[in-house]
């Protein structure tokens, strides 16, 4: 048996490629320029030491033992997991891949979608440095992956024809 590959995809390796080296060179400090990246991490240490998922606050001092609903847990244990294999070179590793991944993936959806390459690659270049300001090693990356293979997966497509 054998499967159909989209036509795209030795580009699509390539743009992965070169967004992966390109990520791994800027964010290698950038990324951890917010300090919600440790702060998650350690979270995800507390849960994975204790087997469980924090009920109460222990990070702030007003609301110290008070109840505290964690909403980015799985994401929080992700990131102790990296840390745990690698520490912040594992962390950075994986966040660079994600992002790499989402955009070389976001090129070939635009160009199955009839996009002209050069546009696709345009937009997401535009929207790799538009977005460099925000993408922090955090919580928040997974649910942006997680989002966009749950559009995949739903079969949310644009329009086969392009228009200008």
């Not at 909403?71 to 590793?93: H, K, N, P, S, Y």
């Not at 992002?99 to 090129?107: D, H, K, R, T, V």
């Not at 690659?121 to 992956?145: D, N």
Request: with cysteine; net charge positive; proline share 4%.
């Amino acid at each position: 048996m054998t499967t159909e590959r989209s036509p795209h995809l030795r580009f699509e390796g390539l743009a992965f490629l070169l967004f992966l080296l390109a990520s791994l060179a800027v964010y290698r400090h950038a990324a951890f320029a917010d300090p919600g990246t440790f702060w998650h991490t350690r979270c995800g240490q507390l849960m994975l030491e204790r087997g469980q998922i924090i009920q109460v606050d222990e990070f702030t001092a007003p609301f110290a033992g008070q109840p505290w609903q964690p909403q980015q847990w799985l994401a929080e244990i992700a990131m102790a997991g990296l840390d745990r294999m690698g520490q912040w070179d594992t962390l950075l590793l994986g966040f660079c891949v994600l992002l790499a991944s989402l955009y070389s993936w976001a090129i070939a959806r635009l160009r199955e979608a009839g996009v002209p390459l050069i546009l696709a690659v345009a937009f997401a270049v535009c929207v790799w440095f538009g977005a460099f300001f925000h993408a922090f090693i955090r919580p928040h990356m997974l649910t942006i992956a997680l989002t966009a293979i749950a559009s995949k997966r739903a079969r949310i497509r644009a329009s086969s024809t392009w228009t200008y």
